[in-house]
């Protein structure tokens, strides 16, 4: 399994800009496809942004598309989240996750997960 260990959480206004970041480590990086999921207080943790081992190919839930960009670099073995026009109801605690093969958005295929850190966006 890779080990995964996340940065960058925090508070923000509504309409301003976060950047996640998850280091990863223990196994080849560039094999793996990463997501970042989120878990809102009292709802089911969602899919946010996955993104294919080679970087080649992005797929965002509806919610974040045009305001998320998840990207790659794979000589840092890291995977970044830039979260822009946040609203308070991206507020959740926000993990990534590495897939063993293809980007896919279900969780399920994803078998090592990040600890997650709060992102708290106030109106």
């Known amino acids: 399994q890779v080990q995964l260990a996340e940065s960058g959480g925090g508070l923000v206004q509504a309409g301003g800009s976060l950047r996640r970041s998850c280091a990863a480590s223990g196994r080849t990086f560039r094999n793996y496809a990463m997501g970042w999921f989120r878990q809102a207080p009292g709802k089911e943790r969602e899919f946010v942004a996955a993104?294919?081992?080679?970087?080649?190919?992005?797929y965002y839930a509806e919610p974040v598309q045009g305001r998320f960009t998840i990207t790659r670099d794979n000589p840092k073995n890291t995977v970044y989240l830039q979260m822009s026009s946040l609203k308070p109801e991206d507020t959740a605690v926000y993990c990534c996750a590495a897939s063993f093969g293809i980007a896919t958005m279900t969780q399920n295929d994803f078998r090592s997960w990040g600890q997650g850190t709060q992102v708290t966006v106030s109106s």
């Open positions: 993104i294919s081992r080679s970087a080649e190919e992005t």
